[in-house]
């Protein structure tokens, strides 16, 4: 037992400083998805349309960026679009999680993973492990 609770702690520390930015319309999801990600040990930030995200991604730099693809102002592929092609923000992850089945235009726009909503815990939580084990594998440790 005493290792299981070791394990989750080195989990815990490892996420602590791992920005995520959730581009997230529905406040319900907001909170569920905050509780999700803190609980898993990373810093979350929020906005609710496209353009703000946009702005907050170039001034904070997250890790990754969790978007929904309906949301306003900006919608979410053109939001990854326009991430993925800023020399300022390319570096950062993005995780497109809609109930469109969109994957392929994801992919297209640059994503580098989607999701289908419902909101699954631990599908979230596996998604955004694995894009953090990646950019520090990439040599990026701030993610």
């Known amino acids: 037992m005493a290792s299981v609770d070791s394990e989750a702690r080195d989990s815990s520390s490892r996420n602590e400083r791992a920005l995520i930015l959730v ?15 803190e609980q898993a040990g990373y810093s979350v930030q929020f906005a609710s349309d496209g353009l703000s995200a946009y702005s907050v991604a170039r001034e904070l730099k997250p890790g990754i960026i969790v978007t929904e693809i309906l949301v306003p102002e900006l919608d979410g592929l053109s939001l990854c679009r326009k991430i993925k092609s800023d020399p300022l923000t390319a570096h950062i992850l993005v995780l497109i999680f809609s109930h469109l089945h969109a ?8 994503a580098d993973a989607f999701l289908v909503k419902p909101l699954s815990e631990d599908l979230l939580i596996e998604t955004v492990e694995k894009l953090v084990a990646f950019r520090r594998a990439k040599g990026r440790p701030d993610a």
């Open 103 to 110: 994957e392929d235009r994801a992919r297209e726009v640059g």
């Open 23 to 37: 581009v997230e319309r529905n406040p319900v999801v907001q909170r569920l998805e905050r509780y999700f990600l």
